[in-house]
């Protein structure tokens, strides 16, 4: 199910740009989903040292792994920033704890606020065992291709 708000999808034409390209995957069952995204996008919008390019809708879809839990809500977020990868980093933990996730899982793929992951940073590429980039799993995840594939539509 695709569900459309006030800022998701969006589109910045003729912004300007810093030097990174990043994509965020943002997905939520707990809670007011929506509002977080929402509230997500306020933030990202003020931060001096991030540039909102565009987002998805958002897309509501049933949970993987751990299947005895709400539907999820996710959505891709494409933005520049001039901020490294460490201070990113330091952003999307920094914001999952502000809208109430807890660092410590008690489940992979359990129930969360929010979740936060780092798809593409720049053309960067890592493996390493706490980091992969690009994202290794994106491409096997309908929560994250389905959002992002309309959203680089965006730009054709």
């Not at 459309?4 to 995957?25: D, E, I, L």
């Not at 929010?114 to 491409?139: C, G």
């Amino acid at each position: 199910m695709k569900l459309f708000t006030k800022h998701f999808p969006y589109v910045q034409h003729n912004c300007k740009s810093y030097a990174n390209m990043v994509v965020w995957g943002i997905g939520a069952n707990v809670g007011h989903c929506i509002k977080t995204f929402e509230q997500l996008f306020s933030c990202l919008y003020k931060h001096p040292k991030i540039q909102i390019h565009s987002t998805a809708y958002i897309y509501k879809n049933p949970p993987f792994g751990y299947i005895k839990q709400p539907d999820f809500y996710n959505t891709s977020i494409i933005f520049s920033t001039s901020l490294c990868v460490r201070s990113l980093f330091s952003l999307m933990f920094y914001l999952e704890r502000k809208f109430g996730r807890e660092r410590v899982r008690l489940m992979k793929n359990g129930e969360r606020s929010l979740d936060i992951d780092l798809i593409f940073y720049a053309k960067k590429k890592v493996n390493l065992a706490h980091m992969y980039l690009p994202h290794r799993e994106y491409a096997n995840r309908q929560s994250v291709l389905q959002p992002l594939t309309f959203q680089l539509g965006l730009f054709k």
